[in-house]
């Protein structure tokens, strides 16, 4: 049996059929352990992320990469182009790897790496959490700062001190677990809209993130504890359009804009060029980006970021025994190429 988990039997006359035990947050970091030299340069992502939510910076935020991470050497191959695309818009664009390792569900299906990371169905959750941390703290190695969503607070605990960046999406934002987990972050968080469009519940969420909270966790030694927070005052909008349309043009970011100044929130947006505001459909990201990118042209200035659907290969796939290389298994993306161009087309538009 393996050292990360110990299995224990229930009984069959009980819904759950058995539970495992699973090594803390603390002795998996101290297995895959982050150096401090990339601690450092962890911090550094963060502030610089930091002073661009707030206004500090201004540059552009994109944060990009697959819709899931399901296949280490495809992912490793993409974070080393983006590095070098860094490299090429770093005066005007902070590029941020999407790593995301959760999926939420409407109702079944793979939910991630964390969860199915040999896409077997057999829910290996503790080869979930080592392939998960030691993808993240690859990606780290690469030079890239990471974005990621949090879905499961537990979870959360094994990765956060590899993340720059966290999405709380439209179906949890209204949740006061994650607008708890929130306030207790060390880095950036942006709240989606909910899925109908309507911005109450995130600018909520990010009304209750940036207040100390006092709530039930775990410690890293993963017992349960009284958790206190700060509040986490670095706390973005992220519109993502809802079930009435896009909310990504000018009118909607204006009234986003006074909704935010109304509660005294930072006037900062970050625009999700997929999902709804693409229609789910991947190929019109790219005229989301070029309507955004033209508003910032014409002074905007509370639209801080982007996001993309980006992978190697452009569509999707169905988990199968052959996969092809560098296609996501969830929604959509654009390929490389496409995305190399967006980018460069941002960077030539910024002033």
């Known amino acids: 049996m393996s050292s990360l988990q110990q299995e224990i039997n229930i009984g069959d006359e009980r819904e759950v ?17 982050l150096s401090s030299d990339l601690s450092e340069q962890v911090a550094r992502h963060r ?18 990469g697959p819709c899931s991470l399901h296949c280490a050497e495809a992912t490793i191959d993409y974070a080393e182009r983006l590095l070098a695309l860094q490299e090429r818009c770093e005066d005007k664009v902070l ?41 993240l703290l690859d990606i780290v190695r690469v030079g890239l700062p ?18 720059s960046w966290v999405a709380i999406g439209a179906r949890t934002t209204e949740s006061q677990t994650h607008r708890e987990m929130a306030s207790a972050m060390q ?25 100390p ?36 043009d000018a009118l909607h970011i204006a ?13 900062s947006i970050v ?28 002074g905007c200035t509370s639209i801080r970021g982007l996001m993309l659907e980006s992978h190697l290969k452009a569509g999707r796939q169905n988990i199968s025994a052959n996969l092809e290389y560098g296609q996501s298994i969830t929604d959509a993306c654009i390929d490389w190429e496409e995305t190399e161009y967006l980018v460069m087309e941002m960077h030539g538009s910024l002033g």
């Open 17 to 33: 059929l058995s539970s495992q035990q699973l090594i803390s947050p603390d002795g998996l970091k101290a297995q895959l352990e």
């Open 271 to 298: 625009i999700d060029c997929s999902h709804e505001n693409s229609g789910k459909d991947h190929a019109q990201q790219a005229r989301v980006v070029g309507d955004v990118m033209q508003q910032i042209k014409d």
């Open 47 to 64: 502030k610089a992320i930091n002073d661009i939510v707030e206004g500090r910076d201004s540059r552009l935020l994109v944060v990009l």
């Open 146 to 163: 990471i974005a990621t969503e949090a879905l499961n607070p537990l979870a959360f605990q094994y990765l956060d001190d590899v993340v």
């Open 213 to 248: 909270h006092s709530f039930y966790g775990t410690d890293g030694a993963g017992r349960l504890s009284i958790i206190r927070s700060q509040g986490n005052s670095h706390g973005q909008l992220v519109l993502r359009g809802g079930k009435h349309g896009s909310n990504y």
């Open 95 to 135: 590029l941020v790897m999407r790593a995301y390792l959760e999926k939420p569900r409407t109702t079944v299906g793979w939910k991630g790496m964390l969860y199915d990371p040999m896409l077997d169905g057999e829910d290996d959750m503790v080869l979930g959490l080592e392939a998960s941390r030691k993808l």
């Open 255 to 267: 009234k986003a804009k006074k909704a935010l100044s109304e509660v005294d929130l930072l006037p």
């Open 187 to 211: 880095c950036a968080v942006g709240f989606k809209n909910s899925t109908d469009g309507s911005l109450e519940a995130a600018i909520n969420a990010l009304i209750s993130a940036s207040r």
